[in-house]
T-cell receptor, first 111, second 113 residues
Framework: KAGVTQTPRYLIKTRGQQVTLSCSPISGHRSVSWYQQTPGQGLQFLFE???????NKGNFPGRFSGRQFSNSRSEMNVSTLELGDSALYLCASSLDWGTQYFGPGTRLTVL | GNSVTQMEGPVTLSEEAFLTINCTYT??????LFWYVQYPGEGLQLLLKATKADDKGSNKGFEATYRKETTSFHLEKGSVQVSDSAVYFC????????????FGKGTKLSVKP
């Protein structure tokens, strides 16, 4: 089976812009979770989607949003980018609330 | 709330040395426990897991045993290789965390030839 894929792998944006990241889960997986990884805060949970519904959300501002499509692919959007949003964004898929398998991540740099 | 505490790094070992990375957890329910590994510039790879007390997860020579009495899940390997150099994350998931993984801060391992 193909693994979790994320696009793009690298992004450079400027403050105030918005960005959309994409994640394609492992075939058959209906749960997609998003995490932000930074050197200072480590790995932090953003949100989780299952069958197109957001089931859980972490402590991030409303500028961070996401959605899931009927084929389980997911996108996350960050509006009005800030310097502190520079991070590695990781997507993970699972069958349900079980073992999560991660993609390679999208490295976002905000200038 | 749920939390994971793992030993701070970095850890530097010589090739063929014995590795232990300590991990303890706090959870309200009965969590599943995981070790993930991250190589430079990459995402997280699942290394091993254990879903109930006394289970032993193992993979690629790494082992960890789910100890409920000590709330621990320490990672061990008998003989490390240079290729094991990476950052290792201990994590848990349970109903109390509502499906999201709770991670430790990570331990960077460097293995010298």
């Amino acid at each position: 089976k193909a693994g979790v894929t994320q696009t793009p792998r690298y992004l450079i944006k400027t403050r105030g812009q918005q960005v959309t990241l994409s994640c394609s889960p492992i075939s058959g997986h209906r749960s997609v979770s998003w995490y932000q990884q930074t050197p200072g805060q480590g790995l932090q949970f953003l949100f989780e989607y299952f069958s197109e519904t957001q089931r859980n959300k972490g402590n991030f501002p409303g500028r961070f949003s996401g959605r899931q499509f009927s084929n389980s692919r997911s996108e996350m959007n960050v509006s009005t980018l800030e310097l502190g949003d520079s991070a590695l964004y990781l997507c993970a898929s699972s069958l349900d609330w079980g073992t999560q398998y991660f993609g390679p991540g999208t490295r976002l740099t905000v200038l | 709330g749920n939390s994971v505490t793992q030993m701070e790094g970095p850890v530097t070992l010589s090739e063929e040395a014995f590795l232990t990375i300590n991990c303890t957890y706090t959870a309200t329910g009965y969590p599943s426990l995981f070790w993930y590994v991250q190589y430079p510039g990459e995402g997280l790879q699942l290394l091993l897991k254990a879903t109930k007390a006394d289970d032993k997860g193992s993979n690629k020579g790494f082992e960890a045993t789910y100890r409920k009495e000590t709330t621990s899940f320490h990672l061990e390997k008998g003989s490390v290789q240079v290729s094991d150099s990476a950052v290792y994350f201990c994590a848990l998931i349970d109903g109390g965390s509502q499906g999201n993984l709770i991670f430790g801060k990570g331990t960077k391992l460097s293995v010298k030839p």
